[in-house]
């Protein structure tokens, strides 16, 4: 089956380590995309790739890292920096540049730091 | 910055009746989607309407768009338990990436 696996589902993370969260993809889709969700709220824009070694900042960028040096796969880093880390952070893919296509999402990572 | 809007933000009907939620955004888009979010999972996407599109159909969902009120609707027929969950609206643009509101919660009580 095709699909976007994100791991592990639950993470736990003292404060001022990095953490990183792993986004893999069987779609051969060419965009992949991070968002964050806090409760009750919708999902923000981390970071945003269309093609292979080329990333884009999306709303809340800061304190997040990304890489792309392989078209399935798109991991997030979540640095000491980031201020208010806890969150589920969902990725996601869409083919083509992703104009006009729907996104396919992985069912998310809950991080908590303490 | 959160480009759709979703109204209500909760929504509590019976099994059997019609859920209607509707969404507003600020800017000329390429196209809407709506999508389906069950409690700590991924979305789900539902429908996509194009900008040259007015209505648009998919089982038990119906979808409306118009742009000249910047506005979308959303309405479940019949609805069943399992279609309570979060609904989202997302607006895509030409930079290739979607905007999405914080949601109408469903509450379908059986």
């Known amino acids: 089956d095709g699909g976007i696996t994100q791991s592990p589902k639950y993470l736990f993370r003292k404060e001022g380590q990095n953490v990183t969260l792993s986004c893999e993809q069987n779609l051969n889709h060419d965009a992949m995309y991070w968002y964050r969700q806090d409760p009750g709220q919708g999902l923000r824009l981390i970071y945003y790739s269309q093609i292979v070694n080329d990333f884009q900042k999306g709303d809340i960028a800061e304190g997040y890292s990304v890489s792309r040096e392989k078209k399935e796969s798109f991991p997030l880093t979540v640095t000491s920096a980031q201020k208010n880390p806890t969150a589920f952070y969902l990725c996601?893919?869409?083919?083509?540049?992703?104009?006009?296509?729907?996104?396919?999402f992985g069912n998310g990572t809950r991080l908590t730091v303490t | 910055s959160q480009q759709g809007e979703e109204d209500p933000q909760a929504l509590s009907i019976q099994e059997g009746e019609n859920a209607t939620m509707n969404c507003s955004y600020k800017?000329?888009?390429?196209?809407l989607q709506w999508y389906r979010q069950n409690s700590g999972r991924g979305l789900v996407h539902l429908i996509l309407i194009r900008s040259n599109e007015r209505e648009k159909h998919s089982g038990r969902l119906r979808v409306t768009l118009d742009t000249s009120k910047k506005s979308s609707s959303l309405l479940i027929t019949a609805s069943r338990a399992a279609d309570t969950a979060s609904y989202f609206c997302?607006?895509?643009?030409?930079?290739?990436?979607?905007?999405f509101g914080d949601g109408t919660t469903l509450t379908v009580k059986p």
């Open positions: 996601a893919s869409s083919k083509g540049q992703g104009i006009n296509s729907p996104l396919h």
């Open positions: 800017t000329s888009i390429n196209n």
């Open positions: 997302a607006t895509g643009y030409n930079a290739g990436k979607s905007t």
